[in-house]
C-alpha cells in the first residue's frame, strides 16, 4: 500500500488509532461510557442527520430490559414473505437503503454477501465491517474496493475539529470506533452509494451503527463472547444484539427455537417489527443426490472447497428448485448466504433487480472471503486452511467443515487468541479432533494471551504435553508448523482475527509457489 504523501497518511492514522480504542483495551475493567449521544452528535455535525433513526423509535440508552421506548405491539414476532407492515419510506431516509446486521458470529460473512448480491443488481454499494485483517482500509468498502490511502486521509482530516470540539463538549470525544463508523457513512456519502450494508461492531443496542434508520435487519446468531459487556447468559446478549430492530422494520432472524429466540421475537413483538425466522419461514434444503430408506438426504459430495443449497420461502423471486453454489465452504457460511438472500428478498424494489438465474449464481459463487476458511493447497497433498474462528461457538462451525471435508486426515494446530476470550471452551472442544499443536500469539496487539498462560489452558483442557509446541514468534510458528506437515495432512490456523491478519501476507506470498509445486505432483493426462 503506497500513498503520495506516505508521512501524511501515518499521521493521519497515528491519529486515530490515538483515540479512546475499545478493540484494543486488553483489560475487561474499562468503565468508558457506551452510549449513541456521542455518535448522534457526530453525524449532525458532519451532516448526516437525515439518516438517524427517530429517538422514539430509537433503543437509545436505556437497559436492554427497559421496552419503555417500543412502540405498540403490532406483530406475533413472525411474519410471511408479503404480510405485515413494509419497510419504512420516511423522505428524510428514502434516498438510501440501509441493511443493518448483529450477531455472534456470521454477521461480517452475511454483510458481504449482502454487499455482494446488491452489487450484482447495479447498485452502488457501501460495506462497512470490523475487524479488519491487515489494513484499516478494508473496513470501508464501496462496491468491493477499499478506500484507498489519500481517502482515508481526507476521510481522517474532516474529522479532526470536528472531534476537537466534541472533546470540549459536556458529551466527550468520539471513540474509535465511533469515528470509523462516520468515516465510512462519510466516505459512503462522497461515492454516492445506493445502499449501506452496515455490520456492528459489538453487541448492537449502544452500538455506533444502530443510530441509523435502517430498511432491513438481521440477526445472525446468538453465543458467549464479550459476556464483560453484554452479559452472561446467551438470553442477555439477544437482549442486546436485538436492539437493531425497528418499528415497522423488516428483521432476518438465525436463531434456532429456544429460549434465545424467544427473546428476539418478544422484543420484535413489542417493537413491533415483522421478523421471518430460518427454520420456519425460510428452509434450506440440502442439495442432496441419495435418499435413505429412511427417507432423508444425504449431501451430495463437493468434489471442490465450497457448497450447495437450496431455499424455500423467498416465493417466486427464488423458486426453490433453484440450486445455488456458494464459494465459502461449512453449512454455517450457508446458513449466512440464506440470510444474505433473505434480506435482499425483504425490500422488493430491490429484489426485483436481482434474479436468481442470471446473477445470483455467478455472484455467491466467485465470492471468496479472507481467513473464514481459506484453503491453501500444499505439494504433497497438504491442506492449509486459515481461519478467523475465535469463540467457542465459531470453533464449532469449523470442526463440523473438518468433519465433512477432512475426514480420516491427520490434523495439526496453530493456535493463538486473545485475553477476552474463553480460552478453554476453545480448547476444549478442539482437544479431541487435533493430533499437534503449535501454540503462539500474535504481535500487533496487546491483548494476546502470553504462550505459557495459553500452554497452561491447554494442559489444563486435556491436551497432552507430549503434543504441544509452544513458538512465540507467529511466523516462525507458521513456518514450523508447515514444515511439520506429512503427506495428506492438515494445519488449521485459528483463534484470533489478529494471528490471520498478521500471518495471512506471508501466506499469500507464498501461495504461487505452492501452487507450481502442487500442478508438478498433478499426474499427467
Same mark, same amino acid.
Given at each position: 500500500?503506497? $500513498?503520495?504523501?506516505?508521512?501524511? *497518511?501515518? $499521521? ?5 488509532? /490515538? ?8 483489560? !475487561?475493567?474499562?468503565?468508558?461510557r457506551f452510549t449513541l449521544d456521542r455518535m448522534r452528535d457526530l453525524m449532525e455535525r458532519l451532516g448526516h442527520g437525515r439518516h438517524l433513526v427517530q429517538l422514539s423509535d430509537s433503543a437509545g440508552d436505556p437497559p436492554a430490559t427497559d421496552q419503555s421506548h417500543a412502540a405498540p405491539p403490532t406483530s406475533a414476532g413472525s411474519a410471511s414473505r408479503d404480510a405485515g407492515p413494509t +419497510?419504512?419510506? /420516511? =423522505? ?30 447495479? *447498485? ?36 479532526? =475539529? ?7 463538549? =459536556? &458529551? ?46 438481521? &440477526?445472525?446468531? %446468538? ?10 447468559? +446467551? ?14 422494520? =423488516? ?36 442439495? $442432496? ?7 432423508? $438426504?444425504?449431501?451430495?459430495?463437493? +468434489? ?6 437450496? %431455499? ?7 423458486? #426453490? ?24 428478498? !425483504?425490500?422488493?424494489?430491490?429484489? #426485483? ?68 476470550? /474463553? ?18 500469539? *500474535? ?15 491447554a494442559l489444563e483442557s486435556g491436551l497432552s504435553a507430549d503434543a504441544i509446541r509452544v513458538i512465540e514468534r507467529p511466523l516462525q510458528a507458521c513456518v514450523t508448523a508447515i514444515d511439520g506437515l506429512g503427506s495428506d495432512e492438515v494445519l488449521v490456523i485459528c483463534g484470533s482475527f489478529f494471528l490471520a491478519a498478521e500471518l495471512r501476507p506471508w501466506l499469500v506470498e507464498q501461495a ?14
Open positions: 500500500m503506497i $500513498s503520495r504523501d506516505h508521512d501524511a *497518511y501515518q $499521521s493521519a492514522i497515528s491519529w486515530l488509532v /490515538n483515540r479512546i480504542d475499545y478493540e484494543k483495551l486488553a483489560s !475487561s475493567g474499562s468503565r468508558y +419497510p419504512p419510506t /420516511n =423522505p428524510i431516509t428514502d434516498s438510501v437503503w440501509i441493511i443493518h446486521l448483529a450477531g455472534t458470529k456470521g454477521k461480517g460473512s452475511a454483510a458481504t454477501m449482502v454487499a455482494a448480491l446488491l452489487r450484482a443488481a447495479g *447498485y452502488r454499494v457501501g460495506l462497512y465491517t470490523s475487524p479488519h485483517l491487515v489494513h484499516l482500509e478494508e473496513r470501508f468498502r464501496v462496491d468491493g474496493q477499499m478506500a484507498t490511502p489519500e481517502e482515508m486521509v481526507a476521510l481522517i482530516d474532516s474529522m479532526r =475539529p470536528i472531534v476537537q470540539a466534541m472533546t470540549d463538549a =459536556p &458529551i466527550g470525544g468520539p471513540s474509535f470506533f465511533e469515528l470509523t463508523t462516520a468515516m465510512a457513512i462519510e466516505h459512503f456519502h462522497r461515492h454516492h452509494c445506493d445502499v449501506w450494508v452496515l455490520e456492528t461492531g459489538l453487541g448492537g443496542r449502544l452500538d455506533s451503527t444502530n443510530v441509523f434508520q435502517s430498511h432491513a435487519t438481521a &440477526i445472525t446468531s %446468538i453465543g458467549l463472547d464479550h459476556q464483560h459487556v453484554l452479559g452472561n447468559t +446467551p438470553e442477555l446478549i439477544a437482549a442486546e444484539k436485538a436492539g437493531i430492530l425497528k418499528p415497522h422494520t =423488516p428483521a432476518i432472524n438465525g436463531v434456532p427455537h429456544g429460549t434465545v429466540r424467544d427473546v428476539i421475537v418478544q422484543i420484535a413483538k413489542n417493537v413491533g417489527v415483522p421478523v421471518r425466522h430460518l427454520g420456519d419461514d425460510i428452509q434450506i434444503l440440502a442439495k $442432496s443426490n441419495e435418499v435413505t430408506n429412511a427417507g432423508t $438426504s444425504t449431501c451430495i459430495a463437493q +468434489p471442490t472447497w465450497g457448497s450447495q443449497f437450496r %431455499i424455500r420461502g423467498l416465493g417466486e423471486w427464488m423458486p #426453490e428448485q433453484t440450486d445455488i453454489q456458494l464459494k465459502l465452504e461449512g453449512k454455517h457460511q450457508v446458513h449466512n448466504a440464506a440470510i444474505a438472500l433473505a434480506l435482499v428478498d !425483504s425490500i422488493p424494489s430491490i429484489r #426485483e433487480k436481482l434474479r436468481p438465474e442470471d446473477r445470483i449464481h455467478e455472484c455467491l459463487a466467485s465470492l471468496q472471503m479472507q481467513a473464514r476458511l481459506e484453503r491453501f493447497d500444499l505439494p504433497g497433498n497438504r491442506v492449509l486452511l486459515l481461519d478467523t474462528a475465535h469463540n467457542a461457538d465459531s470453533i464449532d462451525a469449523m470442526l463440523n467443515v473438518l468433519h465433512d471435508r477432512m475426514r480420516g486426515r491427520k490434523l495439526h494446530c496453530l493456535f493463538g487468541t486473545s485475553a477476552d476470550k /474463553n480460552v478453554p471452551a476453545m480448547l476444549e472442544r478442539m482437544q479431541p479432533h487435533f493430533d499437534r499443536w503449535i501454540l503462539t500469539r *500474535y504481535e500487533g496487539n496487546p491483548r494476546y494471551v502470553p504462550v505459557d498462560q495459553l500452554q497452561t489452558f504461487d509457489q505452492w501452487a507450481e509445486s502442487v500442478s508438478l505432483d498433478l499426474p499427467s493426462s
